[in-house]
């Protein structure tokens, strides 16, 4: 893979992601149709749906032997196949109840990976005007600024970002709940975003120090991920093994150190794989 090439995809991947965030943010103003998905907190709209087939037919025109991964296609039935050949891993809005509720951290995100090595990430926030952008060996930014993680090594003097999630199942709710409640004790707070990816960025640009999640998907952090990388960061799995982006949880970590004291803080909870 040239860097040439790389460039290219991420151009192009910025290009779309300002595309599909016109039409996020035309449609943010306006009255929002919901339909659910596994619960009545996991929300879909219109929007996300129209915006995911935007992004899929620009990139397939311009690449058409590339595969997709695209969170709502995968909603209406297809299976995830995750495979070496490029493929486009996109969430259309991720933040879908901050969309829904009018709360601005709402996102576009598009990520490419070739032979499963995540090399492109971009999330574009249309409300805000962020764009944070990645490709593999390139630094990490936020529109026209080089981003970095924090370098705070104590857990005590560090802010955690989570999420309680779309699930309203009660055993993981509650273990989610009392996650929250050892990770207050041991640090300076917790913030939660409402969108994986803004979360991720946040840290990515050193504002808090860590975030983790259990229950999201490949689409939600495949994008954040390379960013989250390419700005210093520590992406893992939650248990301190390497991170696996089919199996549903994550935990970003400005520094290794951050990692090591937060994973045993955490009971960690085990999902089927995307
Ligand atoms: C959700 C958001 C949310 C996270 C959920 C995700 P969506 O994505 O990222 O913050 O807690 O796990 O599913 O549904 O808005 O694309």
């Known amino acids: 893979m040239s860097d040439h090439s790389l460039t290219e995809y991420l151009n192009t991947a910025q290009e779309v992601a300002r595309k599909a965030g016109e039409m996020v943010k035309e449609a943010f103003y306006k009255e929002k149709d919901l339909m659910t998905k596994e619960s009545y907190a996991d929300i879909v709209t219109e929007t996300d749906q129209a915006v995911e087939k935007l992004i899929i037919s620009l990139l397939h025109e311009k690449y058409p032997t590339h595969q997709f991964i695209g969170e709502e296609s995968t909603a209406e039935g297809k299976k995830v196949e995750w495979t070496d050949a490029p493929t486009w891993i996109i969430d259309p809005i991720d933040g879908t109840a901050n969309f829904v509720h009018s709360i601005p951290q709402t996102c576009v995100c598009i990520g490419l990976s070739i032979n499963k090595q995540m090399v492109v ?29 924090s370098k705070v090594k ?47 960025c946040t840290v990515a640009e050193g504002k808090g120090e860590v975030y983790f999640e259990y229950g999201i998907h490949i689409w939600d952090f495949a994008a954040a991920g390379i960013i989250f990388t390419e700005a210093g960061g520590v992406l893992i799995d939650p248990s ?32 089927d794989q995307d």
């Open 154 to 200: 104590d857990l005590k003097k560090s802010v955690v970002i989570t999420e309680a999630g779309n699930s309203r199942d009660p055993k993981i709710l509650s273990t989610k709940m009392n996650n929250v409640h050892r990770v207050v004790e041991a640090s300076h707070g917790v913030r939660m975003f409402g969108s994986a990816a803004v979360n991720m």
């Open 240 to 271: 301190g093994g390497d991170v696996d982006f089919l199996s549903r949880r994550v935990l970003a970590a400005c520094n290794r150190d951050i990692a090591d004291q937060l994973s045993p803080v955490l009971t960690h909870i085990e999902f």
């Open 121 to 149: 990430g971009v999330v574009h926030l249309p409300i805000t005007g962020q764009t944070y952008f990645a490709s593999k060996g390139g630094g990490a930014y936020c529109n026209s600024q080089r981003i970095t993680v």
